[in-house]
């Protein structure tokens, strides 16, 4: 499985980022299969799911903390997989990873998100 994770960055509490997750590798031809999902880790905390979006893109749920401001959304032409995130607070500082895998293990190498004051 090869994902690789882009679009993080610094950004002040009140701002926002898109991620993205570009999916390659012979698994990816069978990317519409797939839920698909985003999981963070801020420092010295353990892997936290953030949310998931099913294969068509007609479901997805979220972690309470990011509910009504992170929006998961998936192109299949393109096996990319977004995280739009809005309204950044502080707690949202971690590192973030895509997966095909509900529990994470298969992973990209992740993007650093901070929200600085």
């Known amino acids: 499985v090869q994902l690789v994770e882009s679009g993080g960055g610094s950004v002040q509490p009140g701002g926002s980022l898109r991620l993205s997750c570009q999916a390659s590798g012979a698994w990816s031809d069978y990317w519409t299969t797939y839920w698909m999902y985003w999981f963070r880790q801020a420092p010295g905390k353990d892997l936290e799911w953030v949310s998931k979006?099913?294969?068509?893109?007609?479901?997805?749920f979220y972690v309470g903390a990011v509910k009504g401001r992170f929006a998961i959304s998936r192109d299949n032409a393109k096996s990319t997989l977004y995280l739009q995130m809005n309204s950044l607070k502080p707690e949202d500082t971690a590192v973030y990873y895509c997966?095909?895998?509900?529990?994470?293990?298969?992973r990209g190498q992740g993007t650093q998100v901070t929200i600085f004051s």
């Open positions: 997966s095909n895998d509900h529990s994470g293990r298969s």
């Open positions: 979006i099913s294969p068509s893109g007609t479901n997805s």
